[in-house]
């Protein structure tokens, strides 16, 4: 009998520590702790260019994670990709004039949106556009654009 | 004359025949296989009247197995670190030394190596104890005594390995993590922050960790299936049960890495 307790004793602590590594993995090593609820609103902009932005990247505003995108998808009228962001529900008072910009998270990391903030006493609610957008710096663009002004001034 | 002509097609024929013969072997033992795997399942509701025998065989092949697999799990944890800070310093990038090393570990060391591990410790554990019952007719005698031994012995053991294969991996990651942890942070000098806010930020429950637990579970499925079918099926002599348990582990960690390619494809490879 109680050789048979130790036993079950034993898997016990067994099953629990690794339950405790699966907890471990799920809130400390992945995202899960990090999610935001699905309850949140949505917000939409448009950009002529999203970069590589994905869904589930990062919202951001002053650097903290608002918000995560849910959907990209190109508007055939007018080709411009629609970006649908969903925005965490505590940050329930963004300006209208607030501002949206692709950001790359240092030279080589990853693209994510970044919100400014405008001065309007009027807040987005679910479904609503944000008007004024920055699209995505393209990198091999900007060479370009830096090797032809170089070009020009070498004409001179 | 027609005689040689005959001697001659026959030794054309003959090695067609003996790759017939291999084939047809290979078939029958696949097919005992299942039917012995159907009836290990069909005996899963006789066991949960019994979780005594279930209990067991968890602290057979789960709580044994803890050690080996804590300790390979936090070594191979600092040798990702250590390897992974070498290729990820020299790019500049190793803060993400977090997200290489849990990557690796959730995603595929985790729960191949376990599995491997396992298949050696407990798996060749099984294949034995089997095949020696049946070497020594004990599965005979519970047989007569219209106990099923498939159920009575086989069932309890399956799903032994199935339930502690995802928690001895999941240990193994967890413990690799604190491995790698200890060496990048610790001896070489990674930010502390970095490194788990990085992996916080790149590492998906959905994506990485629910799926190396599935992959765990299917080489809980396959290593113990393997072990109990090459028991089971094994000849009944010392020598018959000494290659079944060396089939067994060969068997068990072919088909893991196989297995862990096509399931990575499906779940990675987009």
């Not at chain 1, 036993?7 to 999610?35: C, D, Q, T």
């Not at chain 2, 097609?9 to 005992?32: I, S, Y």
């Not at chain 2, 005594?145 to 193994?172: K, Y």
């Not at chain 2, 348990?245 to 390619?261: M, P, Q, Y």
């Amino acid at each position: 009998m109680a050789k048979q307790h130790s036993i079950e004793v034993l898997v016990g602590a067994f099953m629990a520590a690794g339950f405790v590594a699966l907890f471990f993995l799920a809130m400390k090593v992945s995202n899960l702790s990090a999610n935001v609820a699905d309850d949140g609103y949505r917000l939409t902009a448009r950009f002529t260019n999203a970069g590589s932005i994905k869904a589930r990247a990062p919202v951001s505003m002053a650097g903290v994670r608002v918000g995560r995108v849910e959907d990209v998808r190109l508007d055939k009228k007018t080709y411009q990709a629609v970006v649908t962001m969903r925005i965490d529900p505590t940050v329930d008072d963004i300006p209208e004039d607030t501002f949206a910009n692709i950001f790359t998270a240092g030279l080589l990391g990853e693209q994510y949106i970044g919100l400014q903030p405008g001065g309007s006493q009027d807040y987005l609610r679910d479904g609503d556009e944000i008007t004024q957008t920055q699209s995505a710096l393209i990198l091999e663009q900007m060479i370009g654009q830096f090797l032809f002004k170089k070009a020009e001034e070498g004409g001179k | 004359m027609a005689n040689k002509a005959r001697a001659l097609v026959d030794g054309l024929l003959d090695p067609l025949a003996r790759l017939g013969h291999g084939g047809l072997k290979a078939l029958a033992g696949l097919g005992r296989a299942h039917l012995l795997l159907l009836g290990i399942l069909a005996g899963s509701w006789d066991m949960l009247r019994r979780p005594r025998l279930l209990l067991a065989q968890v602290f057979n092949v789960g709580v044994l197995s803890v050690l080996i697999v804590g300790v390979s799990g936090f070594f191979v944890g600092m040798v990702l670190g250590l390897q992974g800070y070498y290729v990820l310093s020299q790019f500049g990038a190793k803060e993400s030394l977090g997200v290489m090393v849990a990557a690796s570990l959730v995603r595929e060391l985790g729960p191949v190596v376990t599995a491997l591990l396992v298949a050696g410790r407990a798996g060749s554990a099984l294949t034995a104890e089997i095949g020696l019952m049946k070497a020594t007719e004990q599965l005979s005698g519970l047989e007569m005594m219209a106990v099923d031994p498939v159920r009575r012995i086989l069932t309890p053991r399956f799903f032994g390995g199935l339930i502690s294969m995802p928690l001895l991996a999941a240990l193994f990651s967890a413990v690799g993590v604190l491995g790698g942890y200890f060496v990048g942070v610790g001896l070489l000098g990674v930010d502390d922050g970095a490194f788990f806010g990085q992996m916080q930020a790149k590492i998906d429950f959905r994506e990485d960790v629910v799926n190396g637990v599935i992959k765990s579970l299917v080489f809980g499925v396959v290593a113990t299936w393997i072990a109990l079918f090459q028991g089971h099926d094994a000849t009944a002599t010392s020598e018959g049960v000494s290659r079944a348990t060396t089939r067994a582990v060969v068997h068990s960690a072919l088909a893991v890495l196989a297995i862990d390619f096509v399931l990575t494809a499906l779940m990675f490879g987009k």
